[in-house]
């Protein structure tokens, strides 16, 4: 995010009128300048980890010195 934001919540809810609900519960205890809402219309991704091998972090083999 860029711009002017100080804030980003991501609330899940079953329907709009839950989020109308939120919204004017959060507004009473935290009264705000400006606010911007974005909703996700369906669910395009199901996870949010990123696969990593599992030797990805380890040390490298030391090679042996000859001597």
Known sequence: MAGDV???LR???ADM???DSFYKRL???APMKNVTSRFAMERIKHT???PLHPHAFRDPPRLRQRG
Request: aromatic share 20%; hydrophobic share 60%.
């Open 48 to 50: 949010t980890a990123y």
């Open 27 to 29: 507004i009473a205890v």
């Open 11 to 13: 609330v899940a809810v």
């Open 6 to 8: 100080d804030y980003v």
């Open 17 to 19: 009128a839950e989020y």
